[in-house]
């Protein structure tokens, strides 16, 4: 046999070793109410088991000939690895003190995330505006659909060793497999045994006072025995979490990419043929969209601008100042890039369409740029926390953002997502180091 086809299955088993290890640890992790400190350990031992557990994953698609070494993906994956880490860590510096929940789903998207870029099960090579798809691909498609991984990995192993030993060769049973029902029914006459041996004991103890103290300090023994609770539940917990588990790496192992390469094809043709739609249409609509935000800005400048003098307008206090500015800025942006899909969509290509857009998005760095002024007045007046640095990273998100989708439309430079979204991974981890240092 194939040594590589070994060695693979060998990974395999390790994987499956692991998989019952990190999944008991992890569900046993909320179990305990740790402290932050003991948390950032125990998180940051898990990212780095995941992260080996990727390598091994990463290699043996690459043995099984299933992925090309590509130094593009490496890196990217490499990217996500370090990311990984640095969200674990960030537990220590009171990341995810105010909204747990974000904290948590960002540390396990990162994860999904590394595992399909790593394995090649991105619907593009490398992050894309397909980032959605890639998403739900991860969490639900491939862990889900090999859910029973597990046993299948076992019987795999099994036949292949048989394959292997040449238990079966041409039609000839060999010794070993001859001597497989020897060993199963020379178990089940052990089984019989051992229950008739409690049996004569038992009856024996009815008897003789000697074996009746032996079986009462053998009973209180059995009886004093305490079972962990907690040790149970955790357990049982863990089972459909490392089956999941499991299914999410060894799964991206198991199934090919061509499901990920057949529906990036299909919806590029299909966006292709849909740019039907007249230029003068959304050049109409485009004019609408740039001269209601020009008006409005114009008619609320001393509400938008006041931020950049340090000026609180009156009828607000500086919470409801930030937290109006930010999610008009959202809202807004939304809007933008909702309007911007469509046309990059249906949209027939042309120079006008072009130039309005470009505007459209530098209409949205101005909405950015003044919920930061906002924000930045809120912290001047009354310091950091967590929402509020959150709010000014998440204007600093749709900032580059804008900028990005600008240098798309006007340069050559097209692929302005994968950028974008390692700008945003990086200075969310970034933000939360820095922010610790200003409480």
């Not at 992790?29 to 080996?52: D, H, W």
């Not at 960002?106 to 790593?118: D, K, P, Q």
């Not at 008009?328 to 130039?355: C, Q, Y």
């Not at 709010?391 to 989708?405: E, H, N, R, S």
Request: net charge positive.
């Amino acid at each position: 046999m194939d040594t590589k086809i070994k060695t693979a299955d060998s990974l395999k088993l390790v994987c499956l070793g692991l998989s019952y290890v990190f999944s008991f640890a992890y569900v046993y992790m909320f179990m305990l109410n740790l402290e932050q400190g003991p948390m950032t350990i125990y998180f940051t031992v898990l990212s780095v088991v995941a992260i080996i557990w990727l390598e091994l994953t990463i290699r043996q698609k690459i043995l099984l000939g299933d992925l090309e070494k590509n130094t593009k993906r490496t890196i990217e994956t490499r990217f996500w690895e370090v990311i990984i880490v640095c969200l674990s860590l960030n537990i220590y510096f009171g990341l995810g003190q105010e909204y747990p929940i974000y904290a948590a789903l960002f540390l396990h998207a990162s994860i999904v995330y590394a595992v399909l870029c790593g394995t090649g099960h991105l619907f593009r090579d490398g992050s894309s505006v397909f980032m959605p798809g890639d998403l739900i691909n991860g969490f639900a498609r491939i862990p889900f659909a090999n859910f029973p991984g597990r046993i299948i990995a076992i019987v795999e192993s099994i036949m292949l060793r048989k394959k292997d030993k040449g238990e079966v060769e041409n039609g000839v049973e060999s010794k070993s497999s001859s001597n497989t029902p020897k060993v199963i029914l020379g178990a089940g006459i052990a089984v019989v045994c051992f229950i008739t041996l409690i049996v004569a004991f038992n009856n024996l103890a009815n008897v003789d006072s000697n074996f009746a103290n032996a079986r009462s300090s053998i009973e209180k023994f059995l009886m004093n025995i305490k079972i962990d609770e907690t040790l149970i539940a955790t357990f049982i917990l863990s089972i459909p979490v490392g089956m999941y588990l499991f299914g999410l790496f060894q799964g991206s192992v198991r199934m090919k990419n061509h499901f990920e390469k057949r529906v990036e094809a299909n919806i590029t043709r299909g966006i292709s043929k849909a740019k039907i739609i007249s230029k003068i249409l959304f050049s109409i609509i485009l004019i609408i969209f740039i001269g209601v935000y020009l008006a409005f800005f114009i008619s609320q400048a001393s509400y938008m601008f006041s931020g950049f003098f340090g000026i609180l307008p009156e009828e607000f206090t500086a919470s409801e100042y930030a937290v109006s500015g930010f999610y008009e800025l959202i809202r807004v942006v939304v809007i933008n890039f909702f309007l911007l899909a469509l046309i990059r969509a249906f949209s027939v290509e042309s120079k006008l369409i072009r130039i309005l857009t470009v505007i459209l998005m530098a209409e949205s760095t101005i909405f950015s740029t003044i919920s930061a002024s906002k924000i930045i007045l809120y912290m001047s007046r009354f310091g950091y926390t967590e929402a509020r640095t959150l709010g000014l990273w998440g204007t600093a998100v749709v900032f580059v953002g804008t900028i990005l989708a600008i240098m798309n439309l006007t340069t050559k430079y097209k692929k302005v997502f994968a950028p974008w979204l390692w700008f945003s991974a990086a200075s969310y981890v970034v933000m939360n180091f820095i922010a610790y240092n200003f409480r």
